[in-house]
């Protein structure tokens, strides 16, 4: 600040006004001032100093500054101000000194809870199971090794019901005049799974579990204030800047927008902020895999006759698993029909996929503070 002090108004006067200034000399007039120290002072010098020349006292010192001398910004970042750093949720107001805080919020640490994605699980399987599509009948016992064999096959798509396709007539030998029965055993091949699969199971609601919001750790509060004089009064290399005041927690920093490398001197400690976050996650689809452990079974039977009625065996088993061979003991029996009944398929279980999260939250906006280091 610029000082007060005496100041002394010299006038020459005109001598019809000279009693005005009686007592005090013909050419002066006595001006009084409150000094500095609050009282009035009195100067019954003549103008100039005593020695004559023009040097009424002390030359103007200049202003000087009222709150902190810091270095002055890189010419890339904003003007010094006052930075807080600290937990969400205790972030203060601005220092008296510092009252505008800068537009926005700045936000460090960014915390993503796990999580927020359904739990897949799978249905039992299902399917429809198909009849066996070949039945063959062998010129020799299960055990043994038939020179010959004779299709005794059911009809394309066949549905089970009585199919008399592929007949094999009474005493048949294999091969022909051998005096060998074609008719000695009989497999039935395997029944196929149809349109197998597990649907997922999303009981009792379909939805995707919504995710928890994401939260910062750190919050920023960047405040800028004004000094007396406005930044002068530091002398070279300095600007006058608002008081960061001890205990209060904030810091003397720059600013500029974006994810920026700090100075090598002066502003080195770098702390990046951002404006907010980006939530893309998402959760992959539940799905199955193929199902295992599902079987179709059934019951055949076979009949000498092409009308199913005079059986040769009854109810011999079929399934998925494999193709079943039965010995036909009495030499020279005709296959003359089959049928199958019984048919059912017992669910495998499928192992669930899915239900992962997908995408990131990510830091959007970023600044970048860069502050006089802290003192230890």
């Not at 079943?324 to 996929?353: E, F, R, W």
Request: aromatic share 6%; proline share 11%; net charge negative.
């Amino acid at each position: 600040m610029g000082r007060r002090g005496l100041f002394v108004i010299s006038l020459v006067l005109p001598a019809a006004t000279a009693p005005l200034a009686t007592g005090c000399g013909e050419d002066t007039i006595i001006v009084h001032i409150v000094s500095d120290s609050g009282t009035d002072t009195e100067d019954t010098s003549d103008a100039g100093a005593p020695d004559g020349s023009d040097d009424a006292g002390d030359e103007d010192a200049g202003p000087s500054c009222s709150a902190d001398c810091v270095l002055p910004n890189p010419s890339d970042f904003g003007l010094p101000l006052l930075l807080w750093v600290g937990p969400a949720g205790q972030a203060p107001t601005c220092p008296l000194l510092a009252p505008v805080r800068e537009p926005g919020d700045f936000f460090a640490d960014l915390v993503v809870p796990g999580g927020g994605c359904p739990s897949c699980s799978c249905k039992p399987s299902t399917a429809s199971c198909a009849p066996p599509a070949v039945m063959t009948a062998h010129a020799a016992l299960c055990s043994g090794e038939s020179a010959v064999d004779t299709s005794f096959d059911p009809p394309p798509a066949w549905d089970g019901s009585c199919s008399a396709d592929n007949a094999i007539p009474a005493q048949a030998q294999c091969p022909p005049g051998s005096g060998t029965p074609c008719v000695q055993s009989l497999t039935i091949g395997a029944m196929a799974k149809v349109d197998e699969k597990c649907e997922p199971d999303l009981l009792p609601d379909p939805k995707i579990t919504e995710f928890v919001a994401p939260s910062w750790g750190r919050v920023g509060v960047a405040c800028q204030g004004y000094t007396d004089p406005p930044f002068a009064g530091c002398g070279p290399g300095a600007i006058c800047v608002p008081e960061s005041e001890p205990g209060s927690g904030f810091r003397h920093c720059v600013k500029r927008e974006g994810d920026h490398a700090c100075p090598d001197e002066g502003y080195t400690d770098k702390l990046l902020f951002y404006a907010g976050y980006e939530d893309k996650r998402g959760c992959s689809a539940c799905a199955c895999d193929a199902p295992e452990g599902g079987v179709c079974t059934a019951t055949v039977s076979v009949f000498k006759d092409g009308a199913c009625t005079d059986p040769l065996f009854l109810g011999v088993p079929a399934g998925s698993n494999g193709a079943p061979c039965y010995d036909i003991i009495a030499t020279g029996q005709p296959l003359g029909s089959k049928s199958i009944s019984n048919v059912t398929y017992y669910p495998g279980t499928c192992q669930a996929t899915g239900g992962e999260v997908e995408g990131s939250v990510e830091s959007v906006g970023p600044a970048t503070f860069c502050c006089l280091p802290e003192e230890n």
